[in-house]
């Protein structure tokens, strides 16, 4: 994306500050791309719109202009290329359909709202116009398909609407699509003549999206979370995020991304017990490109690993030197909380890392220095006193653990998905021997946007 290009004519665009980093906005922001090779093929990509409404009666159209082509061996076809267009609250999640403020209808054919997928209209794909017609007199939201009215789909607006408006919104998987807000350059006319679109907009029912919009990175925030496994982190990074919805942070972590890949078979709290090799195989090289995007980008970012090898900390905070804060969060605990904290996960996450790979973090824990990169560091846990005597220990406990364990080492990493035959992939074996292909008979993928096992279901419902 290029934020600081030349804008559209258009009042109302796709806003590159509120959008998935791995999702190309124009340099007009009226059209949209998947990054779609080195595993980012798997994610799902959300974007809104720059302003909303809070009143009247109002649409705005999304049309298909390409199926990208990719590598996705064990995805049946159908589910490799879906646009989902649709209207949610500001401030709320990317993932359109997936939580209780938003509200889309995909390519599949399927509405969604708070993960729960129905039949609607038909299908759609490549050369066809998906209009959304939003109607706040009446808290609905109908859908038109190359023109034809294919009836209200959402009923029941939330009250909240009127006060914060609802915003155009798509949610993309490999496809490149172009939006229009605009009557002048409509593609079908509206169905009804009290329908306008978005730029017709009067000011009482026009709204600004309320992220923040920083225009170089000077004016951005980058945040390097610090700790060993299950100390924290991931739960403070979100509430921060919870706390500061304004900001839009992006959170860069494996776990991040594995959430957002839905891959049949890849369920994060299904199955990391059975597959954190091939999940952080799978993600590992999607974040490492991600966080080569994130240096470019005028947004603000939370940097959500251990980053306890020191100078792999320094590396990774030098890609974000441009940035005018970067805060180093140091979570540090002792070890009593520390093995509750991973009981804990393993329990309701099935989230087992290997304990030579813990023991590895253990021995090269050292405490963040500002000569990392950082402005400021913050220990949220420990004060720093007692963090560094505390890291010293575990600095110990893992030379114990490597002396009573010679020779234990960690897990290769796997090939990429697209790399490999379908046999190799996770149970595709057993779907295989089931469906001749390799495909799952039931969906597998059903997640919300922040910890799977949710009422989503990506990979059945457009």
């Excluded at 798997?42 to 990208?68: D, Q």
């Excluded at 076809?77 to 938003?102: A, H, K």
């Excluded at 299908?123 to 038109?144: N, P, Q, R, W």
């Amino acid at each position: 994306a290029a934020p600081l290009s030349s804008r559209s004519a258009s009042m109302c665009t796709l806003d590159y500050w509120d959008s998935d980093l791995d999702l190309e906005v124009s340099d007009d922001s009226l059209q949209a791309s998947c990054m779609h090779t080195m595993g980012m093929q798997y994610l799902w990509k959300g974007c809104r719109s720059t302003h909303g409404i809070k009143g009247g009666k109002y649409m705005f159209e999304v049309k298909v202009l390409e199926n990208l082509k990719v590598q996705m061996p064990e995805t049946k076809p159908q589910n490799q290329n879906i646009c989902r267009v649709g209207v949610s609250l500001p401030l709320s999640s990317l993932m359109l359909g997936d939580t209780p403020e938003s509200w889309g209808w995909g390519g599949t054919g399927k509405k969604s709202h708070n993960g729960e997928f129905t039949t609607y209209g038909k299908a759609f794909g490549v050369g066809d116009v998906v209009g959304c017609v939003v109607d706040m007199d009446d808290g609905v939201v109908s859908y038109t398909l190359n023109g034809q009215f294919m009836g209200i789909a959402f009923t029941g607006i939330p009250d909240s609407a009127w006060e914060a408006g609802l915003f155009c919104h798509i949610l993309l998987k490999n496809v490149r699509v172009q939006v229009n807000f605009n009557a002048s350059s409509m593609w079908f006319k509206p169905p009804g003549q009290a329908i306008k679109f978005f730029d017709d907009a009067s000011k009482h029912d026009i709204v600004g999206n309320p992220v923040a919009h920083p225009r170089t990175q000077q004016d951005c925030e980058f945040i390097q979370m610090v700790g060993l496994p299950a100390c924290g982190k991931t739960y403070w990074a979100e509430r921060h995020m919870e706390a500061h919805p304004r900001e839009s942070y992006v959170l860069l972590g494996t776990n991040a991304i594995i959430d957002r890949m839905k891959v049949i078979g890849l369920n994060r709290q299904r199955n990391y017990a059975e597959r954190w090799e091939e999940l952080i195989s799978q993600a590992t090289p999607i974040f490492n490109e991600m966080v080569k995007i994130a240096g470019r980008s005028p947004r603000n970012f939370i940097l959500d690993q251990t980053n306890v090898f020191p100078k792999a900390r320094a590396r990774k905070a030098s890609s974000f030197a441009r940035f005018g804060t970067r805060r180093c969060v140091c979570i540090v605990n002792d070890k009593r909380t520390l093995d509750e904290r991973t009981a804990k996960q393993q329990r309701e996450e099935g989230k087992f890392v290997p304990e030579s790979a813990v023991a590895d973090m253990m021995i090269n824990f050292t405490c963040p220095e500002l000569r990392d990169g950082f402005t400021t560091i913050d220990f949220v846990e420990l004060p720093e006193r007692d963090a560094r005597q505390m890291i010293r220990e575990y600095n110990q406990l893992g030379r114990q653990f490597k002396q009573q364990n010679p020779g234990k080492g960690g897990n290769t990493p796997k090939p990429a998905l697209e790399s490999r035959p379908m046999h190799t992939i996770g149970r595709a074996s057993e779907w295989a021997a089931k469906e001749g292909w390799g495909s799952a008979k039931r969906d597998r993928s059903r997640s919300r946007d922040r910890g799977l096992g949710g009422k989503g279901g990506y990979d059945k419902g457009g």
